[in-house]
């Protein structure tokens, strides 16, 4: 088999089964799990094709069969997946390193440690993040921003209350889903780029509290559309296009201490 003939076989492949597991996500019904491996995916394949010409394309027979067994086991389990499955979260690293197998051998996958590192992240179940009830905490904070701001407002436990309407803070609101977004970001950035423990602290801090305090200004604005009886502008903000724009600005400031905390030379390294 030529050499350019094994990239198109291996681009096919890689295609293919990045192709499922994206349509598989769809349906599972995770929160902000089809965004995010749709977002690790193309940075993946961008890393990838950014070291094409310096990959090493050379496998044997037994790293070629071991990697297509692994392929053919992920179809397999990928057409018999339960509504709870955890496999889709394990889908990626071993469809990659199935691919790899194929493409490099065993001596040939430390080539792509970065691409493991950054599926690492879909691998991990960060629901587990739920299980901190931060609401009270989120109200709270929403109840400081209105009063602030002079408004009428107090609050019993997750319950921001004003004299024309009130609003609750659920779980699922509190924030978590930002800071989550924002975690994954940082876990890209810190992937490519050069960076000291000092810097991977720093940029993860300000993933968690720029997560926290956006989305905390987001339930207070959503507390006044309450409070003014403006149905329309509490969905709009709540679950429709002005969810998006809250979660814009909040990639649009961890960007902006992005460029602050790391030196513009790590970027071109």
């Given at each position: 088999?030529?050499?350019?003939?094994?990239?198109?076989?291996?681009?096919?492949?890689?295609?293919?089964?990045?192709?499922?597991?994206?349509?598989?996500?769809?349906?599972?019904?995770?929160?902000?799990?089809?965004?995010?491996?749709?977002?690790?995916?193309?940075?993946?394949?961008?890393?990838?094709?950014?070291?094409?010409?310096?990959?090493?394309?050379?496998?044997?027979?037994?790293?070629?069969?071991?990697?297509?067994?692994?392929?053919?086991?992920?179809?397999?389990?990928?057409?018999?997946?339960?509504?709870?499955?955890?496999?889709?979260?394990?889908?990626?690293?071993?469809?990659?390193?199935?691919?790899?197998?194929?493409?490099?051998?065993?001596?040939?996958?430390?080539?792509?440690?970065?691409?493991?590192?950054?599926?690492?992240?879909?691998?991990?179940?960060?629901?587990?993040?739920?299980?901190?009830?931060?609401?009270?905490?989120?109200?709270?904070?929403?109840?400081?921003?209105?009063?602030?701001?002079?408004?009428?407002?107090?609050?019993?436990?997750?319950?921001?209350?004003?004299?024309?309407?009130?609003?609750?803070?659920?779980?699922?609101?509190?924030?978590?889903?930002?800071?989550l977004q924002l975690l994954g970001l940082s876990w890209i950035l810190l992937t490519l780029i050069s960076t000291n423990w000092q810097q991977k602290v720093s940029l993860s801090i300000a993933a968690i509290v720029?997560?926290?305090?956006?989305?905390?200004?987001?339930?207070?604005?959503?507390?006044?559309l309450v409070a003014l009886s403006n149905s329309a502008g509490f969905t709009y903000w709540h679950t429709g296009n002005g969810s998006l724009i809250f979660s814009a600005i909040a990639v649009a400031m961890f960007?902006?201490?992005?460029?602050?905390?790391?030196?513009?030379?790590?970027?071109?390294?």
């Open positions: 088999m030529t050499h350019n003939y094994l990239k198109y076989w291996l681009a096919a492949i890689g295609v293919g089964s990045i192709t499922l597991h994206l349509n598989l996500s769809q349906y599972w019904g995770k929160p902000g799990f089809f965004g995010h491996s749709l977002l690790f995916w193309l940075v993946l394949m961008l890393v990838l094709w950014e070291k094409r010409t310096s990959l090493q394309l050379k496998s044997n027979v037994t790293s070629s069969f071991i990697g297509m067994s692994l392929l053919s086991l992920v179809l397999y389990r990928s057409l018999h997946l339960f509504s709870e499955d955890f496999f889709l979260r394990v889908y990626p690293c071993l469809s990659f390193l199935g691919w790899g197998l194929l493409a490099s051998g065993i001596n040939g996958l430390k080539q792509y440690r970065q691409e493991f590192w950054l599926l690492s992240f879909l691998a991990i179940p960060w629901e587990f993040l739920y299980i901190f009830d931060i609401s009270q905490l989120t109200a709270k904070f929403s109840t400081f921003i209105l009063w602030i701001l002079g408004f009428e407002v107090t609050r019993q436990g997750v319950w921001i209350i004003m004299p024309t309407g009130s609003v609750e803070v659920y779980n699922g609101c509190s924030g978590l889903r930002t800071i720029l997560g926290f305090v956006i989305n905390g200004i987001r339930i207070a604005l959503m507390a006044v960007s902006a201490v992005c460029l602050i905390v790391i030196p513009q030379k790590n970027f071109q390294t």
